[in-house]
């Protein structure tokens, strides 16, 4: 289930933003989480599957297209589909017409928006 961050999450998004590795700095981390307060634009948001929070995905929104800051899953349970649900249901909530990556996510953002483009259109 996608959640959108809030403040009393914000030990659990620091630990999921710390596995990406432009996150493992501390000062970096917290500036990062700063952004995702208080910009307007800039949305967070959790998976939780059962009581676990094992993904998170944050974009900065401009015109209603989401461009994708971050994603990340806790490595025990990558391989499992879970960034392209998220990214799927980051759509499916219709705050968002489109995502794109940013420059840091491209590589991984081009494999998975196909798969989520085609599941949208199948609708």
């Not at 017409?97 to 196909?114: D, G, H, M, R, V």
């Amino acid at each position: 289930m996608l959640m959108r961050y809030k403040k009393s999450f914000e030990k659990i998004a620091m630990g999921l933003l710390s596995f990406m590795p432009s996150e493992k700095d501390v000062k970096h981390l917290m500036e990062t989480i700063h952004s995702y307060e208080e910009k307007n634009n800039w949305h967070l948001f959790l998976w939780k599957k059962d009581e676990e929070y094992i993904g998170i995905v944050g974009v900065i929104e401009e015109d209603s297209v989401a461009t994708v800051q971050h994603i990340t899953v806790v490595p025990s349970y990558r391989g499992e589909g879970i960034a392209i649900t998220m990214l799927k249901e980051l759509l499916n909530t219709g705050q968002f017409k489109k995502l794109n990556a940013s420059a840091y996510t491209k590589p991984f953002i081009e494999k998975c928006l196909p798969i989520v483009e085609e599941a949208d259109d199948s609708k």
